[in-house]
């Protein structure tokens, strides 16, 4: 028993098995296998290493946009001379990566809280009894007091009052002038794996490049101001349309960095994508048209609060991040090699079955790639060299 278990140990730790090979003379199966190998050589060269650059990590960066807005805007309404700023026109205020520009608003000044009708055609009554009282109607500028107002046919509503006519939005947009307004976007980024962190004020942009630059996509790609009116130009939409009454545009911000390279040759690509407010919607029967909200100035007037609402038509632009940094590692590396040279045992398993499954001399390979044994033979055959041992002893 002790001389099988060294035997065995032995066997484990001394010796080494090949598996048996059989060189195969078949010009169709030959082709057959230096075709696939090439297909996979190719794989892995041209998809694996060149367009995917698996031989590089890759890390996505940790960003932060600060914008800022300048203009002036002119209007005349009915004699009234006004001038809008940038305190006016932009909403939030802050510089955030979101935010929407004024290009077109409805004006309701001096409401005060009290009771009047409601507009004409919207929540029409003969009778008091149409309007209950203490009830709100979702599309009702406020509480309903059960009151049916003749002159107007609609119901009295506690609100603020007068309350808001927006059926007719102004058409040419009242604040055309933004179309000339400027947009200046500062972003910076770090990569935090690669430890390299980039401004967009690269090499090359100071502050007398900027006073003097507006950006244009081939004259001036990297320049970081940017005219609104070549802003919706760019993204596909009709600024007169888009300002009438409002819409969205994404502007993308792309860091896609080589840093194999030197680390100057990352620079961003601003992309700019219509997302809402597209001039060939001709559907007027839209739920909901373009982009629009409502804010109130406050103040007093003899003692009584009062407000001054703007329903705001606006573009929405949002500022968006795409980064992805890449750089040569080996652990990648290696992970694709082995991937490939795993890939070209497909081509031994497709001669396999061509030889074994295919070929009109399909048995006499099998019979040159297998080494058949019979249990039984080998048995007897054992007990004979046995008992010849056995003999030889005696």
Not at 18 to 28: A, E, I
Not at 213 to 226: G, K, N
């Amino acid at each position: 028993m002790k001389s099988h278990i060294t035997n065995a140990l032995s066997d484990f730790f001394f010796e080494y098995e090949t598996p048996r090979q059989v060189l195969v003379r078949n010009r169709r199966v030959g082709v057959v296998c230096r075709l696939i190998q090439l297909g996979v050589l190719a794989y892995i060269i041209g998809w694996v290493f060149i367009y995917e650059k698996g031989y590089q990590s890759t890390d996505k960066a940790v960003s932060s946009v600060f914008t800022k807005m300048k203009g002036v805007g002119y209007t005349s309404i009915n004699g009234t001379e006004r001038v809008w700023d940038v305190a006016d026109y932009v909403f939030p205020p802050q510089g955030d990566s979101s935010f929407v520009i004024m290009t077109n608003y409805i004006i309701t000044e001096g409401q005060k809280m009290g009771k009047c009708p409601e507009l004409r055609g919207k929540h029409s009554c003969s009778s008091n009894s149409d309007c209950e009282g203490g009830s709100f109607k979702r599309t009702g500028h406020g509480e309903m007091t059960g009151v049916c107002v003749n002159a107007t046919k609609t119901c009295e509503v506690l609100a603020w009052c007068p309350v808001e006519n927006d059926h007719n939005i102004p058409d040419p947009p009242l604040l055309m002038s933004a179309e000339n307004y400027t947009l200046f976007i500062k972003n910076s980024v770090t990569f935090p794996i690669f430890g390299v962190s980039r401004s967009n004020l690269v090499e090359g942009i100071d502050g007398d490049y900027i006073s003097k630059c507006l950006h244009h996509p081939q004259d001036a790609p990297l320049c970081p101001i940017f005219r609104l009116g070549d802003i919706v130009t760019l993204s596909g939409f009709n600024f007169e349309t888009i300002a009438r009454v409002g819409g969205a545009i994404g502007i993308v911000v792309d860091w896609t960095c080589n840093l194999d390279v030197n680390v100057k040759h990352c620079k961003p690509q601003y992309n700019f994508h219509g997302l809402y407010g597209n001039p060939t919607e001709t559907d007027k029967a839209r739920a909901s048209v373009g982009y629009n909200f409502r804010y109130a100035k406050h103040y007093l007037e003899n003692g009584t609060d009062t407000r001054t609402l703007l329903k705001v038509f606006g573009i929405r632009l949002d500022i968006i991040v795409n980064s992805l940094a890449r750089k040569f590692d080996i652990i990648p590396t290696l992970t694709a090699i082995g991937s490939g040279v795993g890939i070209f045992g497909v081509a031994t398993v497709v001669c396999d079955l061509v030889l074994l499954y295919v070929l009109p001399k399909r048995e006499f390979y099998k019979n040159m790639k297998f080494k058949q044994t019979d249990t039984h033979e080998q048995d007897r055959d054992s007990e004979a060299c046995s008992t010849e041992t056995d003999l030889s002893k005696k």
